[in-house]
């Protein structure tokens, strides 16, 4: 798989209640971190997760695969960003978590993401289309 450029870059701080006893960013929280970037990538496009849910459209994480590289502790920022694939009905979220400051990789991860249009699984056109997507690839 040839790396794409990147579509979407988020800035978010690490808030102390993230840490753990370690002093470091709790490594469940960084499901959340990822989710955010979808979630603000999302709204970047012009089309919110509200507007979806009207429009019958239910993205769905089917599959998350994250390594862990290093670690973020209190006061760190970090830099979240995203590019995204097509592969049949998934859509396939690479996302990328770096220390803002040193530059470091802290997580990579691959999202994949399903469409229920109607409460049917589909192959995703509607969505992709809604994020203006179709020039991308």
């Not at 002093?23 to 960084?30: E, F, L, M, S, W």
């Not at 960003?81 to 470091?104: A, C, M, P, S």
Request: proline share 1%; charged share 30%; net charge negative.
């Amino acid at each position: 798989m040839m790396m794409k450029e990147y579509l979407f870059e988020l800035e978010i701080p690490v808030r102390d209640y993230e840490l753990d006893s370690e002093g470091i960013v709790n490594n469940a929280n960084y499901l959340h971190y990822l989710e955010y970037t979808r979630h603000e990538f999302v709204k970047a496009r012009g089309y919110s997760f509200g507007e979806m849910s009207r429009d019958g459209i239910i993205p769905v994480a089917n599959r998350i695969e994250i390594d862990y590289k290093s670690a973020l502790r209190s006061d760190d920022v970090m830099l979240s960003k995203l590019w995204v694939e097509r592969k049949g009905v998934r859509y396939l979220f690479h996302q990328d978590i770096y220390n803002k400051e040193t530059g470091q990789l802290v997580v990579s991860a691959i999202v994949s993401i399903v469409a229920l249009v109607g409460g049917q699984l589909s192959r995703g056109a509607e969505l992709w289309e809604k994020l203006g997507l179709d020039n991308e690839q």
